[in-house]
């Protein structure tokens, strides 16, 4: 028995979908490939499509944090493990649902990336050209950030 609610926080969901997406290729086991719909399908729920577009954040959940673009880039991340397994099983549906929510989070992250003229404020603007600022009302740059948004877009990549 499942007790989803007792136990969900988005911020685990990445991190087991990275853990089940790799069992279920060792074992084609579908009870895996469930395990990654469930928590995914939930992840989605706390999507913005209507503000700010693409960022995973519920204010009606305080209990999950504040948004930031670490969060957004390795949920983002853990989408796309979650779609590769839906493809590799033929899931269409799933497919299409993490299809779309991949890129309205996607261009989330692109509109958080600091371009040459966002990037001026800083001494040595070179330097942050490419990264990401922590939010839309933080200019901070966390490696995190960038870490999980690279790895997001070579997942993206490699099963598109």
Same mark, same amino acid.
């Given at each position: 028995m499942?007790?989803?609610?007792?136990?969900?926080? $988005?911020? +685990?969901?990445p991190?087991?979908?990275?853990?089940? !997406?790799? @069992?279920? *290729? %060792?074992?084609?086991? $579908?009870? +895996?490939?469930?395990?990654?719909?469930?928590?995914? !399908?939930? @992840?989605l *729920? %706390?999507?913005?499509?209507?503000?700010?577009?693409?960022?995973?954040?519920?204010?009606?959940?305080?209990?999950?944090?504040?948004p930031?673009?670490?969060?957004?880039?390795?949920?983002?991340?853990?989408?796309?493990?979650?779609?590769?397994?839906?493809?590799?099983?033929?899931?269409?549906?799933?497919?299409?649902l993490?299809?779309?929510?991949?890129?309205?989070?996607?261009?989330n992250?692109?509109?958080?990336?600091?371009?040459?003229?966002?990037a001026?404020?800083?001494?040595?603007?070179?330097?942050?050209?490419?990264a990401?600022?922590?939010?839309?009302?933080?200019?901070?740059?966390?490696?995190?950030?960038?870490?999980?948004?690279?790895d997001?877009?070579?997942?993206?990549?490699?099963?598109?």
């Amino acid at each position: 028995m499942i007790h989803l609610a007792e136990n969900y926080y $988005p911020a +685990y969901v990445p991190w087991h979908t990275f853990s089940l !997406n790799k @069992l279920w *290729k %060792i074992t084609k086991n $579908p009870l +895996y490939a469930e395990a990654i719909f469930v928590l995914n !399908n939930e @992840l989605l *729920k %706390i999507q913005d499509t209507t503000n700010e577009i693409g960022r995973f954040y519920d204010p009606d959940h305080p209990e999950y944090g504040s948004p930031h673009a670490s969060s957004d880039g390795v949920y983002t991340e853990g989408l796309a493990y979650a779609y590769e397994i839906a493809k590799l099983t033929g899931n269409k549906n799933h497919q299409k649902l993490y299809e779309d929510s991949l890129q309205l989070a996607v261009g989330n992250l692109i509109s958080l990336q600091y371009t040459k003229d966002t990037a001026a404020q800083y001494k040595r603007p070179d330097r942050a050209i490419g990264a990401l600022r922590y939010s839309t009302d933080r200019s901070g740059i966390r490696i995190d950030t960038v870490q999980h948004t690279l790895d997001a877009y070579r997942k993206i990549l490699s099963v598109y």
